[in-house]
């Protein structure tokens, strides 16, 4: 059984804690940066002193980019994985438009100064071994970018979009080269050789860190296996994963990890799956739908099959209660982490809302009414289609069902649809926001 959780009654939240300490390294960078730029020296003209301003902004966002999809523990346990990643797509479009200004101001500069047109130039400096990789970098990051957009990553498949996202790794690389070689970036003085790489080697070393030596060692330490595979209902399963020294994995009830299954589909195929049970210690349990190939085949895993793990990542768990009470609201799947966050309360009354289309939808609730009975909280099983007009999440429904609404922890877990009409219900009734919890289990 998982232990108990702390309420805070007040102080700084850890969410908050994490924001700001980002936010000061993000400003400090800024003011370095600013620093350099007016201390190291204008360029030819000003229209290529603007773009070094530019340019070096760039490198920033660029460096900014890494961190933010470094699956960094300290920080992906308090922010959470989708506030990083919605991050990390506002400074990726930042960075489109900043490389953009950066590589026109340059092109029209050097125009300038050899009284030449843009096109011929533009010609001229890809002859420039940095000046074409400032280039080849700079085109990457448009195509990323396109692909990025939602039009066009509704229209292509997960493992396609990604592909071509991980080409922003190579933009990354060619710039840094491009920065090596131009000489007013690195070599403007000691301090700005000092500061850039420093910057530039944190950056790798934490992407390096989170990505690839903590899930390669988690991996071989834990040598995750199939322990047992039973269905749930028709369309859900749940898989029960052992392994070595499973009470040294830092897993939260709430939590969810990235899983492969190599022996069942190929090791490039990956799916977040929250776990459905508090860790014990012992066993994790992840409970799927069979809304996909990967998931629908789950059912069909062999006792002892290997198992990749990636994670635990989110911070969607009890380290962030402010309030004794809670109401925990799920939606389909989403029931998953709310049933292992029930075995973490220890006290206060709890509620849980639970939308499905209609009673055969849901999974899990048999467990979920027990963990509820031993702790005295209720169930609403919320059925009904929107399309037919049930609108279950409206304020006032809301506070009809629970009515001290606004002195409990919300967490929330459904599709979006379902978590954007609560949170907007939320708000409208005045739940204050440090007691609202909600994330989004994905991998873009």
């Not at 940095?130 to 692909?147: C, D, P």
């Not at 897993?251 to 969810?256: C, D, V």
């Not at 009470?325 to 709890?350: M, N, S």
């Not at 409206?394 to 949170?423: N, W």
Request: some cysteine.
């Amino acid at each position: 059984m998982a232990t108990g959780y702390r309420v805070r009654r007040g102080g700084v939240l850890p969410r908050v804690a994490a924001q700001r300490a980002l936010w000061t390294f993000v400003i400090v960078n800024v003011v370095v940066v600013e620093a350099l730029f007016l201390t190291g020296g204008t360029g030819k003209n000003g229209t290529l002193t603007t773009a070094k301003f530019f340019g070096l902004h760039a490198a920033l966002l660029m460096l900014f980019q890494l961190l933010l999809v470094a699956r960094l523990p300290w920080l992906d346990r308090r922010i959470g994985m989708d506030r990083l990643t919605v991050w990390h797509r506002r400074v990726g479009f930042t960075l489109l438009w900043t490389v953009l200004t950066h590589a026109a101001l340059v092109v029209l500069g050097y125009a300038r100064l050899d009284g030449a047109s843009m096109p011929a130039t533009l010609l001229a400096l890809s002859g420039v071994p940095a000046s074409l990789l400032g280039i080849l970098a700079a085109a990457v990051v448009v195509l990323v970018a396109a692909v990025s957009t939602r039009y066009l990553r509704r229209r292509l498949r997960y493992e396609t979009w990604h592909a071509l996202h991980l080409l922003l790794y190579l933009a990354i690389g060619l710039s840094f080269v491009h920065q090596l070689l131009e000489t007013t970036t690195f070599g403007a003085s000691g301090f700005a050789w000092f500061y850039w790489w420093a910057l530039w080697l944190l950056a790798f070393g934490a992407l390096v860190f989170g990505r690839v030596a903590v899930p390669v060692w988690r991996n071989a330490y834990h040598r995750f296996r199939v322990a047992a595979v039973v269905p749930e209902s028709d369309t859900a399963v749940s898989v029960y994963v052992t392994g070595r020294h499973l009470d040294r994995l830092p897993a939260r009830a709430g939590q969810f990890s990235v899983w492969r299954f190599p022996g069942h589909h190929h090791w490039w195929l990956a799916n977040p799956f929250s776990l459905s049970a508090a860790p014990d210690g012992r066993s994790l349990r992840l409970t799927a739908r069979a809304v996909g190939r990967t998931s629908a085949g789950l059912r069909h895993l062999a006792v002892g099959t290997r198992v990749f793990m990636e994670g635990p990542y989110g911070a969607f768990t009890s380290l962030h209660r402010t309030r004794p009470g809670a109401l925990l609201i799920a939606g389909g799947v989403g029931i998953t982490p709310i049933r292992a966050l029930l075995e973490e309360h220890t006290a206060g009354d709890v509620v849980v809302l639970y939308r499905v289309r209609s009673a055969q939808d849901a999974v899990l609730t048999g467990e979920v009414r027990e963990l509820l009975a031993a702790r005295g909280g209720r169930l609403h099983l919320l059925t009904g289609r929107t399309a037919a007009g049930t609108r279950p999440f409206e304020p006032d429904h809301l506070r009809a069902l629970v009515t001290d609404i606004t002195e409990r922890d919300v967490y929330v877990c459904g599709p979006p649809a379902m978590t954007s009409a609560v949170l907007g219900a939320l708000r409208t009734l005045k739940v204050p926001h440090r007691q609202v919890h909600a994330e989004k289990f994905s991998l873009a």
